[in-house]
């Protein structure tokens, strides 16, 4: 079992960058899939981007490529979204899931939730 613990949002300016994190406890947290996921008032959850277990071939959505960077550091339990080049529509509440098989794009699949984090961009 694992619990997921989301910091780092917060309110920031069109073009500006932020760094989230998530801190996960639980034996086999390092052996998990993570998943950030954001959900903007009015819309669907969705994911922004994965990793394995391992780090290796993350995942991005269209809309955060070249933008985003998904990475962890299993030695301290925590996965990192770096964002870059912030704008308006990134605003969301932004949530870190974890499973056991491996990156997944429905929130289905996500059995550990973290309870999110505000992420505001606007000038």
């Known amino acids: 079992q694992a619990q997921l613990v989301e910091s780092g949002g917060g309110l920031v300016q069109p073009g500006d960058s932020l760094r989230l994190s998530c801190a996960g406890s639980g034996r086999t947290f390092t052996s998990y899939a993570v998943g950030w996921f954001r959900q903007a008032p009015g819309k669907e959850r969705e994911i922004v981007a994965g990793?394995?277990?391992?780090?290796?071939?993350?995942y991005y959505a269209e809309s955060v490529k070249g933008r985003f960077t998904i990475s962890r550091d299993n030695a301290v339990n925590t996965v990192y979204l770096q964002m870059n080049s912030l704008k308006p529509e990134d605003t969301a509440i932004y949530y870190c899931?974890?499973?056991?098989?491996?990156?997944?794009?429905?929130?289905?699949?996500?059995?550990?939730w973290g309870p999110g984090t505000q992420v505001t961009v606007s000038s």
């Open positions: 899931a974890a499973n056991s098989w491996g990156i997944q794009l429905r929130t289905t699949a996500y059995g550990y």
């Open positions: 990793i394995s277990w391992t780090g290796d071939t993350p």
